[in-house]
C-alpha cells in the first residue's frame, strides 16, 4: 500500500494530470491508478533512496523521472502534496521536453501557477529541425504558462552579477 501511495503522490506533484481528472470526470476511472498506469502519460520513476511520510516525496541518489515527452535526471528531487511544488538539484540536472534540452544546478516547477525556474548557470537549448536552433543562458531562465497554454520566457541576471543573459541563434548547418 506504501508504494501505491508514493506513486500517487509523485503523479500529483510532477505532471499536470489532466488526462487523469478528464477521464475521472467523464466517468472511465474508477481505480485513482488505472487511468494513469493505464495510459502513455505516466512512465516511471527510480532512485537509490525514496522517503515519503504522506504528505511529501524525496528521491535521492541516482534520480530518473520519466513522464509523457519530460525527462529529469538529477541527485535530489523532493514534492510537496501542499504546495504543488516540485524541486530537482544536481550537478547538473537535466531535463528533456521535446525539442528542449536543458541544465541547471536547480529546478523548480509550481504545479498550480504553472511557471519552471531554472538556476544556476542555466542552459536552454532548442532544436529546430529544418532550421537554426536556439540557445537561452542567464543566471535565471523563467517560463510561464498562461491559461491559453502560451508560454513565456524570462531570461534575468542576478543582482551584482557580471553574467550577461543572452538568447543566441546557432547555425546548425541546414542552410543552403
Known amino acids: 500500500m506504501k508504494k501505491h501511495a508514493i506513486w500517487i503522490v509523485l503523479i500529483v506533484w510532477c505532471l499536470t494530470a489532466s488526462a487523469f481528472v478528464h477521464a475521472q470526470e467523464a466517468g ?6 488505472a487511468g494513469v498506469f493505464g495510459s ?3 512512465e516511471e520513476v527510480a532512485a ?9 516525496v524525496s528521491l535521492s541518489g541516482r534520480v530518473d523521472f520519466k513522464a509523457a515527452n519530460l525527462k529529469v535526471q538529477c541527485t535530489q528531487m523532493t514534492g510537496s502534496q501542499a504546495t504543488k511544488m516540485l524541486r530537482a538539484t544536481g ?3 537535466k531535463i528533456e521536453q521535446g525539442e528542449l534540452k536543458a541544465e541547471c544546478r536547480v529546478f523548480t516547477h509550481d504545479m498550480e501557477k ?3 525556474r531554472l538556476e544556476g548557470n542555466p542552459v536552454i537549448n532548442i532544436k529546430k529541425e529544418g532550421g537554426n536552433n536556439l540557445r537561452l543562458t542567464g543566471d535565471v531562465i523563467e517560463l510561464r504558462e498562461d491559461k491559453n497554454g502560451k508560454v513565456s520566457v524570462s ?6 552579477s557580471d553574467r550577461l543573459s ?5 547555425d546548425n548547418g541546414s542552410k543552403k
Open 91 to 93: 550537478q547538473p540536472v
Open 114 to 116: 504553472k511557471i519552471t
Open 166 to 170: 543572452e538568447m543566441k541563434v546557432i
Open 28 to 33: 472511465n476511472v474508477e481505480d485513482p491508478l
Open 48 to 56: 537509490e533512496v525514496i522517503e515519503f511520510d504522506g504528505e511529501n
Open 40 to 42: 502513455d502519460f505516466f
Open 155 to 160: 531570461i534575468k541576471a542576478k543582482e551584482n
